[in-house]
């Protein structure tokens, strides 16, 4: 199994509310991430997990707020978001993390609309 | 990180071959050139990395320069499916990838 899976595919929540995106691999990799791509632009590296733990955030607002429970799963949870937080949000999985050859795996993405 | 210069833009005709370049002057001794593409509506995706000597998996090939300083993606015969945003990064020993803004292959039938 070499697919990193998102769910949901879409998602449109209000500035109120509280929701998660999920993310899992059963590739056994170890390292973890969450991107953010808005229309037409690259994906923007928002936290990176490694061993399960914390190793990068890139000074991502608190409303967004990443937990991974086990090497598999990874979530993203959202509370109180603005609209500017509308976008594509892309989870990846790698073997390693810290090594010059690891490659990423990529999740399809959830589309995240804030109204 | 090192930065990576691409043209916003390409055209190539079906089945003809595709060189994608890439500049990276600033690269390091231990930075190894990876390039993903993106497809509509999908997440990245893998397609080559190298160090220094040229590569070449079912995808593609990467052409390295010997001073390192630039880099070409090499699609032997581009199809439709080729038509994505592809991205060349510099990766050292840190896990994050850095995306620069990539260049948009138009395939024409």
């Known amino acids: 199994d070499t697919e990193v899976t998102q769910t949901p595919k879409h998602l449109v929540m209000g500035m109120t509310n509280k929701k998660s995106l999920k993310c899992e691999q059963h590739?056994?990799?170890?390292?973890m991430y969450w991107y953010k791509q808005k229309a037409k632009k690259p994906p923007e590296l928002m936290f990176v997990?490694?061993?399960?733990?914390?190793?990068i955030n890139e000074s991502v607002p608190s409303r967004f707020s990443p937990e991974c429970p086990n090497s598999s799963l990874l979530n993203l949870h959202l509370h109180a978001l603005q609209p500017e937080d509308s976008a594509l949000y892309l989870c990846?999985?790698?073997?390693?993390?810290?090594?010059?050859?690891?490659?990423?795996?990529f999740g399809p993405g959830t589309r995240l609309t804030v109204l | 990180d090192a930065k990576t210069t691409q043209p916003n833009s390409m055209e190539s005709n079906e089945e003809e071959p595709v060189h994608l370049p890439c500049n990276h002057s600033?690269?390091?001794?231990?930075?190894?050139i990876h390039w993903y593409r993106q497809l509509p509506s999908q997440g990245p995706e893998y397609v080559i990395h190298g160090l220094t000597s040229n590569v070449n998996n079912r995808m593609a090939s990467l052409a390295i320069a010997e001073d390192r300083k630039s880099s070409t993606l090499i699609l032997h015969r581009a199809t439709l499916r080729d038509a994505a945003v592809y991205y060349c990064i510099l990766k050292g020993g840190a896990n994050n990838l850095f995306f620069g803004t990539g260049t948009r292959l138009t395939v024409i039938p």
């Open positions: 997990y490694s061993y399960e733990k914390l190793s």
């Open positions: 600033t690269i390091s001794g231990t930075d190894y």
């Open positions: 590739m056994g990799h170890r390292a």
């Open positions: 990846a999985s790698s073997p390693q993390g810290r090594s010059s050859t690891d490659t990423q795996y």
